[in-house]
């Protein structure tokens, strides 16, 4: 039996909130709408979804404020739309834990193709092919069974994309990558200005993993060219 994948969607005008929709469930996707910033939270909360696409100007609560929350009990996907631009408001919500940014108008075409790229990209790094072993590097543990990091035996919680992007660096220790081959590896899209993606991931890691993050002793910057795991 073939389970279809669920998406949420958290817009509170429900004109784009129905395009969308018809647009994912074309593609065989099977989709809710909540236009209440409170209500979509609880949904997303207590419902088990595959993905969500969440609008940041909301009603009550903003996008913002619930992806903190969805973040603190789930590592799905997240794709944080807005009619914002500013790269201020990109950094904040990959900071908090969204895997994309979308900014309006877009085409309804390329919104399903990044809610395919993530949900494929979510679904191999979490296959049993994907998860045969464990990595340990001095006192870092990465449980790819469990999706489970640890630090001096300290539990750290990861969102999707940065158990995916610290998965992908430690795997291949010694080896520098650029920003655009990272984002090509973990985000599975080209996009301009998206690059910023990866340094604010990196940040985050750097937070959870690192003694001092201003002294990295797992990843570190090489300057003019992109990023090393020392093994």
């Not at 279809?4 to 005008?13: T, Y």
């Not at 969440?54 to 807005?82: A, Q, T, V, W, Y």
């Not at 340094?199 to 993050?213: F, L, S």
Request: aromatic share 8%; glycine share 6%; hydrophobic share 40%.
């Amino acid at each position: 039996m073939i389970i279809l994948k669920r998406i949420l969607i958290i817009e509170d005008e429900r004109s784009i909130a129905e395009l969308e929709r018809d647009y994912l469930e074309i593609n065989g996707y099977t989709v809710d709408i909540e236009c209440s910033g409170k209500l979509g939270l609880l949904k997303a909360e207590n419902t088990d979804y595959d993905l969500i696409i969440l609008d940041i100007m909301l009603p009550e609560i903003n996008g913002f404020e619930i992806c903190r929350e969805i973040r603190k009990l789930k590592d799905i996907p997240i794709i944080m739309i807005s009619a914002k631009k500013e790269d201020v408001d990109k950094i904040r919500g990959l900071g908090l834990g969204a895997d994309d940014y979308v900014t309006k108008p877009f085409s309804p075409g390329e919104l399903v193709a990044r809610v395919k790229a993530h949900l494929s990209r979510y679904d191999r790094l979490s296959s049993k092919e994907d998860k045969k072993e464990e990595i340990k590097i001095r006192g870092l543990v990465i449980d790819k069974v469990s999706r489970r990091v640890f630090v001096n035996d300290k539990e750290c919680i990861f969102t999707t994309k940065e158990f995916d992007l610290l998965t992908f660096l430690a795997s291949n220790t010694n080896r520098v990558f650029t920003k655009d081959q990272l984002f090509n590896s973990i985000w599975a899209m080209d996009s301009q200005g998206d690059l910023a993606t990866v340094t604010v991931h990196i940040r985050k890691i750097r937070e959870k993993i690192e003694v001092d993050p201003s002294n990295p002793q797992y990843i570190q910057t090489i300057w003019g060219v992109g990023y090393r795991f020392e093994a």
